[in-house]
């Protein structure tokens, strides 16, 4: 489901992040995208240069009017998960206090599907649709196009079909996964946009992207947001750390034998020069008479740094999550709506495992102050490890059942 969300991300990128890209520090012509297809292999050509890749076959384009993005989304969607299976990854995110309990993460996609898209790669296909009618124009089009084509590139070197980006039960891989993708794409596009625009139209392009509506997303919870902005921002700097230390080379390693953990995205040594992948944690699975087995998954450090921020530890949880070397959680729930959190995290030592411990008791005192009945939490710590058993009663009123949404 992340590479699916990804594609409601670029614009938001454009809009929130232009001053990242230095506008004004380049001199160069100008390079339109707007006419296929010499525009389209003058950009190509673009992005080998920025990339240091050539494309090995000719890319394939698809056309696309902006209306029908929506229903194609939809239809992606309901190719990967059920709609049980989208309801029960919700209720299991919510039991851990990710996003708010009762959210329906469909209509919370699709609602922000409402935005802007200018282009897509879809590496089901392997092809790079194109929206005549998007309302991003000029510059801000090519960016995303440029962007879109390095994802093409990456496919065509790189044989994203093999990269498990549909995983269900590794939030945490898939996201490390997505780093990589999207901050190397990221990286491309500036270098092309710096190469194409002048001081000029740079002002014009930040007043565009300034203009751009995200509103719907800025509402939307904040484990969507941080989320779907984590592989641009944070894989941005990851793939620029990497460039640093090893260069192109080392670049295509991480492509070669992508980065397993959003650990290894925050902090690159421990991706290279040795792989340091997380630390086996299986939470009892074993099912209680009644329960209904809802998900099997991993939060991550930069999912537990997400956690920790919504209530109130803005300041600390980069540095409480810093401790993670591995975790896994199962979640279950009866057909009266009751359910069954155990998450189980390995730490780096007894007291990061402490730290944690303390912040996420904290987390559920928080939740309690809103909620009736009551979170029931028992919670232990041995050594470097933490166990978390979560019951979760159904609220008053509360129409969550084992029962599949519309």
Known sequence: MKRVLQLTMLWLLVASSALLWRLGAQEAGAVAAEKAPA?????????????????????????????????????????????????????????????????????????????????????????????????????LKLMILAHE???????????????????????????????????????????????????????????????????????????FRDMLLFPYQEGRAFIE?????????????????????????????KFHPKSEGPLPSLPDATSEPGWRLLSRNTVGEFGVIVLLRQFDHESDAAAVAEGWRGDGYVAFETNGGNGLLRWRSEWGSPDAAKRFADAYRDVVTKRNTHRQPALVLELKESSSRVDVTLRVPAAAGDKQSAVGTK
Do not use: C
Not at 109 to 129: I, R, S
Not at 194 to 199: D, G, H, Q
């Open 39 to 139: 525009k389209q292999a003058s950009l190509e050509r673009e992005v080998e240069q920025g990339r240091g890749l050539k494309f090995l076959r000719p890319v394939a384009y698809g056309s696309m009017k902006s209306a029908e993005f929506k229903g194609f989304l939809k239809k992606k969607i309901r190719g990967e998960y059920t709609p049980q299976e989208i309801r029960d990854y919700s209720r299991a995110l919510g039991m851990i206090g990710l996003v708010p309990e009762g959210v329906d993460f469909e209509a919370k996609v699709m609602e922000v599907m409402d935005e802007q898209v200018a282009a897509f790669y879809d590496q089901d296909a392997g092809l790079l649709y194109t929206f005549a009618d998007s309302p991003l124009q000029g510059n």
């Open 241 to 269: 750390e990497l460039d640093r230390m090893g260069g192109p080379e080392l670049v295509n390693r991480a492509f070669r034998t992508p980065p397993v953990t959003t650990a290894q995205i925050l902090h690159p040594k």
């Open 149 to 223: 084509l390095t994802h093409a590139l990456q496919d065509q070197h790189f044989h994203l079909s093999r990269w498990p980006l549909k995983r269900k039960d590794n939030d945490d891989l898939v996201s490390a996964h997505l780093a990589a993708l999207e901050g190397d794409a990221t990286i491309v596009m500036e270098k092309v946009y710096k190469r194409a625009s002048k001081l000029r139209t740079a002002l014009n392009d930040l007043g565009n992207a300034l203009e751009q509506d995200s509103g719907k997303l800025q509402r939307a919870p904040r484990y």
